[in-house]
């Protein structure tokens, strides 16, 4: 396929043989193959929705999506069925609903992928409606995915005026948004099946990935994707060394999923669509959202019964620290039960030291890309290099004030991505202390938390890898098939885990070196001090503690100030824009006072502190940096440029709680009509047009949304301008659920 040429998604073309996934590591025994799965989908898929201990050999499962509400609803067998016929009735009635039907294709030109689309016709297929599909991951990931006319078919995005109609383009069009829309809500699947069960190879199906780890710092055993599966990869056009990996979260039970559906709630659907492509805006590496489907009548049971819906998620890979514990675990051979919300038995298999090996090298090559020399030792430089990658994220948090919310190894990438985005926020008015998860009750995840945290799940990387590490060491050369001496794995692993204060001082370099450029490029400052952080980043912070100001406005606030202000005047003038910064600095959205401030000691103690910014900025090498960067002509006004440049850092628009619980309410309203019989999933909707206007605005955060700074004329400018405010008070701070 040329760079410039377009496929419909199930024509998209696969990596070399040598990246897929699948082709590389190991499959559970239970379908060691793609003609394996569709085996045990005609005769025993019940097995592939078990929650199970999978083999200790495994880095996967082969499955297929399977979006039913669960319990499935089966209808009991006829009365006189033998009891021994009864549970191959439920497996013959199950294997009616697995996707196992050749479909026919779309009518395209791109070359075949040789894949197949299949699809159950038996199953019971829920109206699904596209709400959206996320314009800058297409762009940056997929430019050679053809979505027919599902960017018609959206409407544009808007707060203000009447729902826009359904447009459609052609019939062909209709078709290739029609399969889109099919396989991203798991109602096809595509496969490549070969026609005998000889070589992993030649084989292509869907996956989920088999991992452990820590939740709130005490071991879990096996997790696994409960709820996630992997459909596909592709290699970006023009660079076949980077694969994007499609991965619907939502599509039913894999035998990970334990005691829970394998669905996802609307609610938690929306906030992850909209922050993965919000935090790729703000330049926090994540994990990138395509699509987002709803299921308005497929019932989930949460707190209370909600809706489901389906995301696609875009990642590199989607492998995590959890899977090289899982492997190796520092808590082998436990087995108990988890009485947590999803419920059911799960174990801790022993330690596969070939497994471990296997993924190691995988990840280490194909994943992390490390140029490392046949036979040379890699273990280590792969724990250095998830580390210095997990830093700079986690810098990118602190420095934007990001909070997680449930910073489990099992939810750490190995490439350093932001991923599983479950009880986030945002921080409003800034506390050292806040804590967006309202289940994490001692505050472990709290904003101050994280480094410490990134720190803690490294070191359970370190573990799992030490015997590896230890061995290499000794060998000097990469471990090879077979070679794990059990005399000698507790003195590698000893060896391996005496570099534990090592690795924290590189992640600790690492993230002090990142946050404070970043930090530097919000309070726009272009030379490096070493006094910057005891002197302006952390009294800043502090001074909006204090004061219980919020974080993102009084950093968009300080990109208007003026150092030239804070020089020397007669002592009868008055400062009239100082006063007036200082003015706006100290009021909420809304321009009344904040509550419990004292005017008179905030205006003393910023003065304080902008007399310090003033003497940084006015540095003779931080004004040269300005000055010489400028045309002749503009460096007279380079205050101005360099307000206009420190905006890029600081976003006017943020994605806070109170948005997304307002666009939630507005979407979770329309499938309530749904399942009312009042509208349709084609119908027009203000609510999937507020939806597509704010993921707008989260993917260009710093523009000068709702005519910043002007009178607002229209509408939407003040629908936008009200986006971009605090929102209610009694949301500030606001605390969700792991419920999802």
Same mark, same amino acid.
Not at 81 to 108: D, F, G, H, K
């Given at each position: 396929?040329? !760079?410039?040429?377009? &496929?419909?998604? #199930?024509? $998209? *073309? +696969? @990596?070399?043989?040598? %990246? /897929? ?35 200790? !050999?495994?880095?996967? &499962?082969?499955? #297929?999506? $399977? *979006? +039913? @509400?669960?319990?499935? %609803? /089966? ?45 159950? *016709? ?619």
């Amino acid at each position: 396929m040329s !760079s410039t040429s377009k &496929a419909p998604v #199930s024509r $998209l *073309p +696969l @990596p070399d043989s040598s %990246r /897929i996934l699948t082709h590389n590591l190991t499959p559970d025994p239970l379908s060691p193959s793609v003609q394996g799965l569709v085996d045990t989908m005609k005769t025993r898929p019940t097995a592939l929705r078990r929650s199970q201990a999978t083999h200790d !050999s495994s880095h996967f &499962a082969y499955l #297929s999506p $399977l *979006p +039913l @509400p669960f319990p499935y %609803r /089966i209808a009991p067998p006829p009365s006189d069925t033998p009891s021994r016929e009864r549970a191959l009735y439920i497996e013959r009635v199950l294997s009616t609903q697995e996707a196992l039907t050749e479909a026919p294709e779309v009518s395209t030109e791109a070359p075949n992928n040789g894949l197949k689309k299949y699809q159950s *016709p038996e199953r019971e297929v829920f109206p699904r409606e596209l709400l959206s599909i996320a314009p800058s991951s297409l762009r940056d990931c997929f430019p050679h995915l053809d979505v027919g006319d599902a960017i018609k078919y959206m409407g544009p995005g808007q707060l203000s005026g009447e729902a826009s109609p359904r447009e459609s383009g052609t019939e062909n069009e209709q078709a290739i948004r029609q399969e889109l829309v099919d396989i991203l809500s798991g109602n096809a699947v595509l496969m490549a099946i070969p026609n005998d069960d000889t070589s992993q190879e030649n084989g292509y199906a869907p996956w989920s990935l088999r991992y452990s780890g820590h939740q709130f710092g005490s071991w879990a055993g096996q997790l696994g994707d409960g709820r996630a599966i992997s459909i596909l990869e592709t290699p970006l056009p023009g660079d076949p060394s980077t694969t994007y990996e499609l991965q619907l979260k939502g599509a039913g039970r894999t035998m990970f999923s334990r005691g829970a559906d394998g669905l996802a709630v609307l609610r938690s659907s929306v906030r992850e669509y909209l922050v993965a492509e919000a935090m790729h805006a703000l330049g926090i590496p994540t994990t990138r959202s395509l699509s987002l489907i709803s299921l308005p009548t497929l019932p989930v049971a949460r707190e209370q019964q909600e809706t489901a819906a389906i995301v696609c998620r875009v990642a590199e890979s989607f492998i995590r620290i959890g899977n090289f514990q899982a492997l190796n675990s520092s808590e082998p051979d436990v087995s108990f039960i988890f009485l947590g919300a999803s419920g059911g038995s799960f174990a801790q298999q022993p330690p596969n030291y070939e497994a471990l090996r296997l993924l190691g090298e995988w990840v280490t090559r194909k994943v992390l890309k490390l140029d490392i020399e046949s036979g040379a030792p890699w273990a280590k430089k792969l724990v250095w290099e998830c580390a210095r990658r997990n830093a700079l994220m986690c810098a990118g948090w602190q420095a934007y004030g990001f909070m997680h919310g449930v910073m489990n190894t099992d939810n750490i990438s190995i490439l350093g991505l932001t991923i599983d985005y479950g009880p986030y926020a945002f921080m409003d008015v800034f506390s050292h202390d806040h804590v967006c998860n309202h289940t994490d009750e001692i505050g472990r995840y709290s904003y101050k938390h994280q480094p410490t945290m990134i720190v803690y799940a490294l070191r359970m990387l370190l573990r799992s890898l030490a015997p590896v590490i230890g061995a290499e060491l000794e060998s000097g050369k990469a471990v090879t098939e077979d070679c794990a001496d059990v005399s000698k794995l507790k003195s590698w692993s000893a060896k391996a885990q005496e570099m534990s204060e090592e690795l924290e001082q590189h992640v600790v370099e690492t993230f002090s070196e990142e946050y404070w450029r970043l930090m530097r490029q919000r309070l726009g400052l272009r030379t490096e001090q070493t006094s910057d952080h005891p002197e302006l980043f952390a009294p800043l912070l502090d001074l909006m503690e204090k004061h219980a100001m919020d974080f993102h406005i009084t950093f968009r606030h300080l990109t208007t100030f003026r150092a030239s202000w804070m020089e020397p005047m007669d002592s009868d003038a008055t400062n009239d824009a100082l006063e007036a910064f200082l003015r706006t600095l100290l009021q909420s959205n809304d321009d009344e006072a904040t509550p419990g401030r004292d005017i008179s000691i905030a205006t003393r103690d910023w003065i304080e502190f902008l007399e310090r910014y003033a003497a940084r900025i006015y540095l003779d090498e931080e004004l040269h940096a300005w000055k010489s960067s400028l045309a002749t002509e503009s460096r007279g006004d380079w205050e101005r440029m360099r307000e206009v440049e420190t905006k890029k850092y600081n976003p006017r628009f943020v994605l806070r709680q109170w948005v997304l619980e307002e666009v939630i309410a507005a979407l979770q309203s329309d499938a309530e009509a749904v399942n009312a019989g009042i509208r349709t999933v084609d119908s027009p909707s203000k609510a999937r047009q507020m939806l597509n206007k704010i993921l707008e605005m989260s993917t260009s955060p710093f523009e000068p949304w709702g005519e910043e700074g002007n009178s607002v004329t229209t509408d939407e400018e003040r629908e936008e301008r009200r986006l971009c405010g605090t929102g209610p008070k009694k949301m500030l701070g606001f605390q969700c659920s792991c419920s999802s």
